[in-house]
């Protein structure tokens, strides 16, 4: 009923940027957080950054100072502005919204297909 749908990732080399966006739709009521994980080669799946509708933005420690996430409430969209990358920055980059169904008092969380994130040094 909620589709995430990803997008920006690419090819970069050490140092550069890149700038992902995340654009969430379906039957929504309430966006109550949007957020980016990320999932390296044989390591699990982590939190990037996450943004709730209130209170304060969550940065892993490995990406505070060089990435940026902002949201869109109007148009349930978050976009995550990543400077200054790192080869370890390399993965696949997935987008999370969780809100409430429309119609319902159900609770969603619903996830992106992900989006390529390289980095070469």
């Known amino acids: 009923q909620v589709q995430v749908v990803e997008s920006g990732g690419g090819l970069v080399q050490a140092g550069g940027s890149l700038r992902l966006s995340c654009a969430a739709s379906g039957s929504i009521f309430s966006m109550n957080a949007m957020g980016w994980y990320r999932q390296a080669p044989g390591k699990q799946r982590e939190l990037v950054a996450a943004?709730?509708?209130?209170?304060?933005?969550n940065y892993a420690d490995s990406v505070k100072g060089r990435f940026t996430i902002s949201r869109d409430n109007a148009k349930n969209t978050v976009m995550l502005q990543m400077n200054s990358l790192k080869p370890e920055d390399t993965a696949v980059y997935y987008c999370n919204a969780v809100g409430v169904v429309a119609g319902t008092f159900r609770q969603f969380s619903s996830w992106g297909q992900g989006t390529q994130v390289t980095v070469s040094s």
């Open positions: 943004m709730p509708s209130a209170g304060s933005i």
